[in-house]
């Protein structure tokens, strides 16, 4: 199983990006899906998570960001609008998925760099 993350980028203050992670490979069902992030010199920190039709958000970012997920592609978004300097960071999808009907795993993506900045 793997995840593929896309759509970083370079961005000035107050704009938008949108952000991908497919899951692929052999697996039974997706459970959650979310979005974490790691700035220079702080600890991986959880962004936004979606199980079912339930999401969940840091502080930081309502309002600003919306998780959502694609069931039939098997893929999460992540549209972050008004971004700030501070939202800078490597953004990491994440995934609880089942391989088997019994067998449940976590599993992360690669990082895509986001940068705002004028």
């Known amino acids: 199983v793997q995840l593929q993350a896309s759509g970083g980028g370079l961005v000035q203050p107050g704009g938008s990006l949108r952000l991908s992670c497919v899951a692929s490979?052999?697996?039974?069902?997706?459970?959650?899906m979310g979005w974490y992030r790691q700035a220079p010199g702080k600890q991986r920190e959880l962004v936004a998570v979606i199980t079912g039709g339930s999401t969940n958000y840091a502080d930081s970012v309502k309002g600003r960001f919306t998780i959502s997920r694609d069931n039939a592609k098997d893929t999460v978004y992540l549209q972050m609008n008004n971004l700030e300097p501070e939202d800078t960071a490597v953004y990491y999808c994440?995934?609880?998925?089942?391989?088997?009907?019994?067998?449940?795993?976590?599993?992360w993506g690669q990082g895509t760099q986001v940068t705002v900045s004028s």
């Open positions: 994440n995934a609880d998925i089942w391989k088997t009907w019994y067998t449940k795993s976590n599993y």
């Open positions: 490979g052999s697996f039974f069902s997706i459970n959650a």
